[in-house]
């Protein structure tokens, strides 16, 4: 898998957190193939409000945005002839100044908003929506096993590293 990221705004604290490791985690979960191509990108509130505006005609910042690509069921081998084409599923857009002044109104530390952030805009370029209350149930839903399983796997994984160690 192709993740892309680009830290335009707080690049310090969002490369210490694991973003493309939760990027592959999200997309294997949802079952894409390897040759999937994603784009992440975190922007200061000003663009994100430029972006909220333009395509989605409402003023101000917003957490998270996603502009889908390559539709999420779209098989592109047999467009190009090609085994390997690319599935640039899209980009999503988010706005770290926003998720940590949601830490605050929902008691979460940063990592925990920039991950339900991160997770919920993959889930929409998958074909996930929430304009309906069941859509929005179950993309909810979604979201809490998939942060429940990342966060299971990466104490897994720490734990055997530090047994490992011992």
Known sequence: MDIQIDYQHRKEELEALPIEG??????????KPFNTEVSISF????AIADLNK??????????????ECD????DLS?????EEAMLTLGDVIIAPDVAIR???????TFEEEISLLLVHGLLHLCGY?????????RMESLESEILEA????????STAGASAAQ
């Open 22 to 31: 939760l990027a592959i985690f999200v997309l294997n979960h949802e079952g």
């Open 43 to 46: 922007v200061t509130d000003e």
């Open 54 to 67: 333009k395509y989605r005609g409402k003023e101000g910042p917003t957490d998270v945005l996603s502009f």
């Open 71 to 74: 539709g999420p069921d779209e």
């Open 78 to 82: 047999a467009m190009f002839g090609v």
């Open 102 to 108: 949601q830490t605050a109104e929902f008691g979460t």
């Open 129 to 137: 929506d929430h304009i309906e209350d069941d859509e929005a149930e």
């Open 150 to 157: 990342w966060t299971e796997r990466r104490a897994a994984v």
